[in-house]
């Protein structure tokens, strides 16, 4: 495998991106990052906003502040989130691995996601969803699910509906990044582990030709 790369495992919370993160960078002696939308300095301006009950209308909300942006400030929104986002990406993500393997335990579909979910999927029609796409392809990624009962199970503090949204958002987007997929349901640690790393291994062939 190459000595220096960035591998992105995403999915929904519960399917497992953790374990195999740590596994995986422990096999390539590389370092795991970490990122999620309530890192950025677009969480701390949602923080203030919750303040205000105007903010807090709506049906499609924010489930840890609790704000609804409304649609007329969905593109600045849209932006503040965008660039809240870069610097995280390219401190955590893209430097590290200039020079030694980095292996996202979440990354920029996880943030697509979020923002999607949040505020509507059209952010992801967006210039600014477009140009997150366009960086997350340039990692190689690799989508980490399991069945809605097995995450159900491992994420009891979360609503049904919200992980069978969740879903449907990330499974769209594997199919548009051509993802391969490690299915965590009904099998061991060892046996994703080894799917993954079959994964990673037949990637890294690809792009050394």
């Known amino acids: 495998m190459a000595r220096r790369s960035l591998i992105c495992l995403y999915g929904p919370d519960g399917a497992g991106k953790s374990t195999l993160a740590k596994g995986l960078a422990g096999e390539l002696g590389g370092v795991v990052s970490w990122m999620r939308g309530t890192h950025t300095f677009a969480s701390l301006v949602a923080r203030l906003l919750a303040r205000f009950s105007v903010m807090r209308v709506g049906n499609r909300r924010n489930p840890y502040y609790g704000i609804t942006v409304p649609n007329s400030l969905k593109p600045l929104w849209w932006f503040l989130e965008f660039a809240s986002i870069l610097p995280v ?94 299915d965590t349901s009904g099998v061991s640690i060892e046996e994703s582990r080894g799917r993954l790393r079959g994964i990673i291994e037949e990637a890294m062939r690809k792009r050394s030709k």
């Open 89 to 182: 990406w390219l401190l955590r993500y893209v430097l590290p691995s200039l020079r030694r393997t980095v292996v996202g335990d979440r990354g920029l579909v996880d943030f697509l996601v979020w923002v999607s979910l949040t505020t509507g999927l059209g952010f992801l029609r967006s210039i600014y969803g477009r140009a997150t796409l366009a960086l997350a392809s340039r990692c190689v990624n690799v989508y980490v699910t399991a069945g809605l009962s097995i995450i159900l199970s491992r994420r009891s503090g979360d609503e049904e509906e919200w992980i069978i949204e969740q879903l449907a958002v990330y499974n769209a987007l594997a199919k548009a990044l051509n993802s391969p997929t490690v």
